[in-house]
Each structure stands twice: as C-alpha cells, then as structure tokens.
C-alpha cells in the first residue's frame, strides 16, 4: 500500500543554517504531496503542497519539489530561524493522507 | 483559522468508557475525516464520511465507530476505551469527493486522555 518514509529526528540546527528533511514516498497513480507542521501544543497546520510531477511548493521560506524520478518530496529551507522549531510531516494524499512518522525540528539561537 | 471547529479540546475519562468527539466541518465542505495522532502509532487515518455517508475506512478499531449528520457535522464515538487510545484526535474537512487530492483542512484536534 502506500507510504511515507521521513527522516528521524530530533533534527538540531543553528539559527540561519540550511534545512533539509527527507521524504520519499510508495505509491499508486499520482498522489498530491504535502508537508505539514505542528507547533508544540498545536493542531496540523498545511506548509506546502505539490500536486504533480515537478511542481514546487513553497510557504514562507521552505520549499518542496515532487519529484517522480526519485518518488521523493524533501523540505528545505535556505536559512532556519527559532521560531521554524516544530514538527514537521510529510504526507501523501489520494482520498486520505497517509502519514510519515514526523521530523522534530529544534533551532538554537 | 480553518473553519473547522472541534469540541471538546481535552476530554479525560477512564478505562472502560465511552465518550463523543464533535467536528462541525467548514462550511460548504461535504466531507469529514477523522485521523489519531499517538505517540507510538503517529498519525493515522480512521475513517471518512462524504454527505452523510462513509466513504473509506482506515485503521479504525471495531471499539470505535463515527456518523456524519445532515447538517454535515460528525461524530466519533469511542468506547471500552484502553490506556492505549490516549491521544490527539483530529478532524479535517474539505469539499468535494470526486477529487482524490482535494486539501483538507484540519481543526485543532481533541487530546483524549485515559487514565
């Protein structure tokens, strides 16, 4: 069936590094892909999406690009700030969504 | 703000019990899921309801069981509950079923707590 495979974290950065998390995904037929976030003590919150092959998604400062070739769809973002510490999900959607497991992200000032 | 609201915000219960979850989805919006946020499970998709009726069903234990209304809100019922259903219970709407890929929007989620 389908699936979300997302990096372990905690995932720890200095403020104004460079952010990658990776996303690589199973799935049948074209799935949209998303990335969501959740602040601590939150709901689920949507950061971007991409609804086919090669489209980049972005929202404030992060960006993902659906990738078919490599089924992957990684976040990334040129220069993290403490206020970005949260977790961080990416998901595919074909009716549903159909979750990774979820990438803690923690910023240091 | 996503339009969808759900109550209660924290529910603490014991083992053995039952309790409701509410969502009242955006408005215009016809479909309603119901995913479970634990910490050894992750998130998980439990079921969805389109207009009155179910449409897909996730990993949803036989203990528990939904219903979606004519006025479009929805209910998830949870009963015998286990320690091990403690968690964050979110719901998400969105507007319109014949596209698989339509975005769903997410309310603030209800914390179970069993003790």
């Known amino acids: 069936g389908d699936s979300v495979t997302q990096m372990e974290g905690p995932v720890t950065l200095s403020e104004e590094a460079f952010l990658t998390i990776n996303c690589t995904y199973t799935a049948t037929g074209y799935p949209s892909l998303f990335w969501y976030v959740q602040y601590p003590g939150e709901g689920l919150q949507l950061l971007l999406k991409?609804?086919?092959a090669d489209d980049k998604g972005s929202n404030k400062g992060f960006e993902a690009t659906y990738r078919k070739e490599t089924t992957s769809f990684h976040l990334e973002k040129g220069s993290v700030q403490v206020s970005d510490s949260a977790v961080y999900f990416c998901?595919?959607?074909?009716?549903?969504?159909?979750w990774g497991a979820g990438t803690k992200l923690i910023i240091k000032p | 703000d996503s339009g969808v609201t759900q109550t209660p915000k924290h529910l603490i219960t014991a083992t053995g019990q039952r309790v409701t979850l509410r969502c009242s989805p955006r408005s215009g919006d016809l479909s309603v899921y119901w995913y479970q946020q634990s910490l050894d499970q992750g998130l998980q998709f439990l079921i969805q309801y389109y207009n009155g009726e179910e449409r897909a069903k996730g990993n949803i234990l036989e203990r528990f069981s939904a219903q979606q209304f004519p006025d479009l809100h929805s209910e998830l019922n949870l009963s015998s509950l286990e320690l091990g259903d403690s968690a964050l219970y979110f719901c998400a709407s969105s507007s319109n079923l014949r596209d698989s890929n339509n975005e769903q929007f997410f309310g603030p989620g209800t914390r179970l707590t069993v003790l």
């Open positions: 998901a595919l959607q074909h009716y549903q969504l159909i």
């Open positions: 991409a609804t086919k």
